[in-house]
């Protein structure tokens, strides 16, 4: 022996024992599709997902092979999250609100051989049904029984021997699971984690300086499983050993907030959208639910609106801005405050606050501008590239997307941002969303941020629409809220103190209701194909 440490390798099944052995009574809480509740352990988890495996490669599934699963959050799925992994296979998690076309398309350029699918999105299926093929079946969760072929979940399980399960030597470097991107610029994109990559990225959340998430917390991700793995989050509470708490399909604000103080959950995670409306919920009867005090409310999937911040800061709840994407397992930044920096002003904390936040442990980051590598500075800005154990390094079976990696092994992200001193990430845009007037850039994210902090305002879009003399100019696009009303005088006036007049919108757009992806977030390619042919009201 030479001294060094044996391996050990880094499995999900590491994970999974853990939880079985130190927290084996420790609940997982699903709310099923007729509302009620069902609980079991992080014991019958680990028996189920076991189960699972042996009914798989019972099934035909062999090792290497991707067994899909569109489905919302539950304990079903969960059990999928392990059980898959565990025979060798690789997870593949499917959005149901893909069109049918990127659906087809992905289900083809994945290699799926098998299906798992909830009972309520058969009709997504259905769709799609004669465009793709799945040689071990399909099998239909939360259903008691199904027909034409399919299997119900139960009726898998029931066909292996709960005693047959022997674990399978699985290469830390093999993949677990993978997604796809939304595909907002082209075809969707398939990215591959490893299960070194999950388990790092599990323990990396965990961390105190990240989301600190501890065997004491009870979670609830409302960012659904079908989404970047739930934002990794599922497999971080089973390796700390927090309750965890599954919505199902119910993600309205009223039945999240009745979750929240009926399971008194201290920590959740979810895009921007969820939390306008549950703030919203939370205005319009402050009496009606009392939460968990100091309950951290994880913000991820797109730029944070400015509004939240104090807005739930005065109902003692938290919030947590953290950004990431497809890429990159998905968490990238955290926007803890640092120790030096806890003692600023109102105003100046909540400007940290609204950052992206420094990069997670063992990630590190860049920006590149014109010239080459910008300087932290907190002024100059470029395009964010980022590396680290769970950051990919490749698309799965997409050979024209090898130009998003650098040689030296750093993903180019499309985000432009600056980095301050401290090494805080702030995006001012991705870089087709910037608006490029007379010769200067405008953050959108910036407008758009600032648009949500006023009181009529739902939800604010910023484009950049062409114009004659400076090449582009902003245009916001903005739902009020129902009852609400303001002119687009009265929003461009809100916005003035806080821009220079040449960044200003030139003009407001009120519209019902502004489109978005699959994963939640505004649909700007739309926005910009409805008005690529305005034209800016003249200056009086």
């Known amino acids: 022996m030479n001294g060094l440490m044996m391996d050990f390798p880094l499995t999900l099944d590491v994970i999974l024992r853990r939880a079985e052995t130190i927290f084996p009574t420790r609940e997982i809480v699903t709310r099923l599709p007729d509302r009620s509740i069902h609980r079991y352990s992080y014991a019958d988890l680990a028996r189920r997902a076991r189960r699972l495996a042996v009914a798989l490669e019972g099934a035909g599934i062999r090792p290497g092979m991707r067994v899909a699963t569109m489905c919302w959050n539950h304990s079903q799925h969960l059990e999928a999250y392990f059980g898959i992994p565990l025979a060798g296979a690789v997870l593949h998690t499917l959005n149901p609100r893909l069109g049918a076309d990127d659906l087809a398309y992905i289900i083809e350029n994945a290699g799926d051989s098998m299906l798992l699918v909830d009972e309520s999105l058969l009709p997504v299926y259905e769709k799609i049904r004669d465009r793709v093929r799945f040689d071990q079946g399909v099998v239909v969760a939360s259903a008691a029984k199904t027909a034409n072929g399919m299997r119900t979940y139960d009726d898998l399980l029931a066909s292996a021997d709960p005693g047959a399960y022997v674990a399978r030597r699985i290469d830390e470097n093999d993949a677990a699971a993978m997604c796809y991107s939304s595909g907002t610029t082209g075809r969707p994109k398939g990215v591959v984690y490893s299960h070194r990559a999950m388990v790092l990225h599990s323990m990396g ?25 739930a934002w990794g989050l599922p497999h971080a509470a089973a390796l700390v050993g927090a309750t965890l708490v599954l919505p199902g399909p ?62 739930f800061d005065k109902h003692g709840l938290r919030v947590i801005h953290a950004w990431g994407m497809t890429e990159t397992t998905p968490l990238g ?18 400007a940290v606050r609204e950052k992206q936040g420094m990069p997670a442990a063992m990630v590190e980051v860049r920006a590149r501008g014109e010239t080459g590598l910008i300087a932290w500075d907190g002024k100059a800005m470029g395009e964010l590239e980022i590396r ?17 990696f650098t040689e030296d092994g750093w993903f180019k992200t ?45 939800e604010a879009a910023v484009i950049a629409v062409p114009h004659p003399k400076w090449q582009e100019r902003p245009l916001a696009v ?15 006036g809100f916005l003035a103190p806080k821009f220079a007049e040449w960044q200003l919108p030139d003009a407001v757009e009120f519209i019902d209701a502004i489109p978005r992806t699959a994963t939640g977030k505004f649909l700007k390619t739309a926005l910009r194909e409805r008005f690529r042919d305005y034209s800016f009201p003249a200056k009086a």
């Open 414 to 458: 499309g985000d432009i941002v600056s980095i301050d001193p401290n090494g805080y990430i702030t995006i001012t845009d991705r870089s087709k969303d910037l608006v490029k007037s007379g010769g200067e850039w405008i953050s959108t994210v910036a407008l758009e941020g600032a648009l949500m902090g006023h009181p009529a305002v739902a």
């Open 205 to 229: 959340e965990a961390m105190v300086d990240s989301l600190a998430l501890c065997e004491g917390d009870v979670l609830l991700p409302v960012v659904p499983m079908f989404h970047v793995n």
């Open 333 to 350: 930044s955290v926007g803890n405050v640092r120790k030096e920096l806890r003692d600023l002003p109102e105003p100046m904390a909540y």
């Open 478 to 492: 903005v739902v009020l809220k129902p009852g609400a009303s303001a002119s687009e005088a009265e929003l461009i």
């Open 250 to 311: 119910f993600l309205d604000p009223e039945s999240l907030l009745d979750l929240y103080e009926k399971e008194r959950v201290t920590i959740s995670a979810g895009v921007p959208t969820v939390w306008l409306a549950i703030l919203a919920a939370l205005e319009k009867e402050p009496a009606r639910w009392h939460l968990v005090p100091g309950m951290r409310m994880v913000v991820g999937g797109a730029a944070c609106p400015p509004s939240l911040l104090p807005g």
């Open 388 to 404: 680290g154990p769970w950051i990919a390094r490749a698309y799965y079976n997409t050979p024209d997307g090898a130009d998003r």
